[in-house]
Each structure stands twice: as C-alpha cells, then as structure tokens.
C-alpha cells in the first residue's frame, strides 16, 4: 500500500521519517524495553524524551529564557479559555477576529470578563486580516488577542500588530514552526500540535514569566500556567506519546535546517500553488493576496456541483482531503512543513488537467 498525499487541515501529514522512525522504536525505545505509550512519565527515560523535546523546542522557535514552554492537553480550543482565566487581571481584553477560531476564542473570553472586538473581517467572509493600529487598542487592556493564521480562509496576518506595552496572545495552531517569529514581539503564544507539530492531544503554550502568577481564583487547576509551570508540565499525567513525536518532528525540522531553511521550502510550495492559481481560468484564490497563508491554501471554482466533483477525483487520483471546511466550501490545500513538493506539484499538475478537461 502506498502512501497518498494528504492535504488535510489537521491532524495532518507527518514526515515520512518521524513516523518511521516512531515505527522502529514502536515496542523498544531506547534500549528502554518499552514503548513509550507505556512508560511511566516520571521515569529517567520519559524525563529525557520531555527534556529535549523542549530543548529542541527552544532551539529552533529562539525562545528566551525569561519563557515557559508548557506541554498542555485539552487543545487549542481549551486555551481559549485558560488565557483570559490566567491574563485577564483587570477584566479586559481585546480580540481581532479574523476568522472562526478568533470569534470562538473571543466568545469564551466574554465569559469571563470584558472581551471587546477591536476590529473584524467577517463582513468580507474572512477573506483578509484586518489592520489595526496601536491607538486602536485600549492601553489599560490586560492583552491582545490575534490567530496569526487562520486555518479555515487561508489568510495570515502579514505584520504583527504593535500593541505597545499590553502583551500580545497569538494561537499559532497552524503556522507554528512554518518560519522564525520573534517570540519577543508576544506575551504568550499557544499552538495545538495535530497541525504542523505531531499528533493531536499535545497543546503547546509559550508564555512569558511575568505574565504567570496571576489566574482567576476560579481557574480550574488544570488551567492555570503557574500550576503547570512549577511542575514542569507534569501536574498530571501528560500526553506522552505526543510529546514524543512532536520531540522527532522538532529535530526533523532542525535536520533540515531549522526555520529559515523550512520557511524557504514552505514559500516555495505556496508559490507553486498560488502562481497556477493566478493563471488559473477554472480555479480562484479565495484570499486577498497580502494576506494569503503559506499553510492552508484555499480555492473554488465558482460551482459547488464542480468543487464536489474535484475533491472526489483528487481523493481518487491519491490528493486527499482537499475539501474546504465544511463551514466554506470550496477547497483547501494545508500544504504544512511535512508537504514535500512532489505533492504540491502532482497537485498542481492534477489541476491543470481537470481544467483542461471542464473549462
Ligand atoms: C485547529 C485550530 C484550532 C482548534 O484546535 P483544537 O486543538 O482542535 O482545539 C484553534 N485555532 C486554530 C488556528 C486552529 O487551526
């Protein structure tokens, strides 16, 4: 049975030698006699697969000392609320929503306190990233929300918002690791990892220190950075084998050459897309193009019946899951760093085949 191409939003692709690798130590790793799935997370050998899976971690993202990284469970969406559980100190907090996971993370935080929307791009379908400037947000906000890519509209906000001394939150879910970011410019960043980091079940959060110590009352104990921090990840049990794998795929992505290196292959394969697409009479772009997204490419051809027809033939030609979201429609290619070319190109190539044939 070969290998297919899959193209889906998350979980996603892995590399093919992360999950070889994975494969070979399935029932023995690291001399250990066991599999990870049954080590005990308090063990010698499991304090090494977490210990360099955040080293790795820090190497490659540049994460200064005066950060956390915290290996959390509960996905993205439970960060929508343990950030303003943990951040909200005053009880205010502003959102740019710039796509379906902003308007969910603002939603939760409106539970709890003053969540205000500062800027919104639903009106054009999510179709752009809005600009806001710095005095447009309140100086007394505890911090500023933004998703930095937006899965399900393939747009990514092409700056990042100066929001002088109130901190900067940013769910990077599904751009995380895809090309360096100043880690300095944000207070906390969080990430789910089935997008571009490993296997669903392992939430990633990178959070600068002064901002932990100061969580709601409420807060479940689960919830609360401090909590997770002074126990290095390890209140409860963690989500070992996650760990494990996102630790191979870090060291992968270093292999290759860290993030410079993966940014230059990922521009690439977004070029070999978004160019067909500009030529395309069949195809459009569904993105505004400063704000197009290097990860999740999105597109239609104008016809439901046709767009179906498309992804139906694609999965038969062995290009998986490029239907859109089921909110949009339409197609979406999540072409992340474990996308080699040669599946962007068959893509491509596919492409310009069913154009032939339906134009
Ligand atoms: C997938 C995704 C989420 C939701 O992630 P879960 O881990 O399923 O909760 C949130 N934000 C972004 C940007 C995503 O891509």
Redesign the pocket.
């Known amino acids: 049975m070969a290998r297919v191409f899959n193209f889906s939003a ?1 979980p996603s692709s892995l590399p093919l030698e992360v999950l070889e690798k994975a494969g070979s130590e399935i029932t023995d790793c690291n001399s250990s006699g066991m599999s990870v799935m049954e080590m005990s997370h308090r063990s010698k050998p499991f304090e090494k697969i977490i210990g360099e899976c955040e080293e790795t971690f820090r190497r490659l993202m540049n994460i200064p000392e005066n950060y956390k990284v915290l290996f959390l469970q509960g ?4 960060q929508f609320a343990a950030v303003p559980l943990n951040l909200m100190r005053t009880g205010k907090a502003d959102y740019i929503v710039s796509g379906q ?1 902003s308007g969910k993370a603002q939603k939760e935080a409106a539970k709890y306190g003053d969540a205000r929307i500062v800027a919104s791009s639903k009106e054009a379908n999510f179709t752009y990233v809005p600009r806001v400037e710095r005095d447009e947000f309140r100086k007394d906000a505890d911090y500023v929300h933004i ?1 930095f ?3 399900i509209y393939g747009t990514k906000f092409d700056y990042i918002p100066d929001t002088g001394d109130v901190p900067l939150v940013a ?1 990077m ?2 751009c995380i690791i895809s090309e360096p970011v100043d880690v300095t410019k944000f207070g906390l960043i969080y990430a ?1 990892a ?2 571009n980091m490993g296997p ?1 079940g392992l ?1 990633v959060v990178i959070v600068r220190e002064d901002l932990i110590g100061y969580a709601n009352p409420i807060t479940p104990t689960m919830l609360d950075y401090k909590v997770m921090a002074e126990n290095g990840s390890m209140y409860n049990t963690p989500p070992c084998y996650s760990i494990y794998i996102a630790g191979l795929v870090y060291k992968w992505v270093e292999g290759l050459g860290g993030l410079e290196a993966m940014a230059e292959l990922n521009k690439k394969k977004a070029a070999v897309l978004y160019d067909y697409l500009d030529s395309s009479k069949l195809f459009k772009p569904t993105a505004k193009k400063e704000n197009r997204s290097m990860m999740n490419v999105c597109f239609v051809t104008g016809n439901e019946d046709l767009d179906k027809e498309f992804c139906a033939q694609a999965s038969a030609n062995g290009l998986m899951n490029v239907k859109g979201h089921r909110s949009v429609g339409g197609m979406r290619a999540s072409i992340y760093n474990a996308m080699p070319m040669e599946g962007v190109e068959k893509l491509v190539a596919f492409m310009k085949d069913f154009e032939k044939n339906n134009v």
């Open positions: 998350g996905g993205a969406s439970t996971f998703c890519n937006n899965t769910d879910s599904s789910g089935q997008k669903s939430t």
